[in-house]
T-cell receptor, first 115, second 110 residues
Framework: DAGVIQSPRHEVTEMGQEVTLRCKPI?????LFWYRQTMMRGLELLIY????????DSGMPEDRFSAKMPNASFSTLKIQPSEPRDSAVYFC?????????????FGPGTRLTVL | KQEVTQIPAALSVPEGENLVLNCSFT??????LQWFRQDPGKGLTSLLL?????REQTSGRLNASLDKSSGRSTLYIAASQPGDSATYLC?????????FGAGTTVTVRA
């Protein structure tokens, strides 16, 4: 398996623009997580899905952030409008609730810079 | 709310020295604890997962211990190598979420 795939790997945009981050989880995994990592706040969970349904979005910072999972193999995290303080590395992770292996597998992340 | 703390924040050692990384958590009602490694500009890689019924877990030169009652875990890396230079994070589950520590950044000098 190719692991969790994220795109783009790097994104530079200007304040006010819409940003869409994409994630393809590992095939067969039924949980998908979006995290944000900054120097100041470390790694924070934004939202997670189970079987494509959002379960907990309490970590989503503002209404400017939204996430969708239209099917089991694809999820997006959208920021509109983007602000400089959104600059961070955004990680997607997935896990399989069955099989006895209780760990999350992380993608390589998307480094977002908002100017 | 689960709080996870890692000490020290950074560590620099000469090659060959043993490493000791500490992780503490406030809510001892956990069912496992994980240690991850993060290389610069990369994602996280799971190193070890200790179930709550275990006291330690070993993988090669890595050994992780867990003391639930005191809310502590320790990651030992024996005979460190420059390739061990990375940030190490511990994480505990909260339902299906993970709460992470801020990490310990390790530099092993050749």
């Amino acid at each position: 398996d190719a692991g969790v795939i994220q795109s783009p790997r790097h994104e530079v945009t200007e304040m006010g623009q819409e940003v869409t981050l994409r994630c393809k989880p590992i095939s067969g995994h039924d949980y998908l997580f979006w995290y944000r990592q900054t120097m100041m706040r470390g790694l924070e969970l934004l939202i997670y899905f189970n079987n494509n349904v959002p379960i907990d979005d309490s970590g989503m910072p503002e209404d400017r952030f939204s996430a969708k999972m239209p099917n089991a193999s694809f999820s997006t995290l959208k920021i509109q409008p983007s602000e400089p303080r959104d600059s961070a590395v955004y990680f997607c992770a997935s896990r399989n609730s069955g099989g006895g292996v209780d760990t999350q597998y992380f993608g390589p992340g998307t480094r977002l810079t908002v100017l | 709310k689960q709080e996870v703390t890692q000490i020290p924040a950074a560590l620099s050692v000469p090659e060959g020295e043993n490493l000791v990384l500490n992780c503490s958590f406030t809510d001892s009602a956990i069912y496992n604890l994980q240690w991850f490694r993060q290389d610069p500009g990369k994602g996280l890689t799971s190193l070890l997962l200790i179930q709550s019924s275990q006291r330690e877990q070993t993988s090669g030169r890595l050994n992780a211990s867990l003391d639930k009652s005191s809310g502590r875990s320790t990651l030992y890396i024996a005979a460190s190598q420059p390739g061990d230079s990375a940030t190490y994070l511990c994480a505990v589950p909260n339902d299906y979420k993970l709460s992470f520590g801020a990490g310990t950044t390790v530099t092993v000098r050749a």
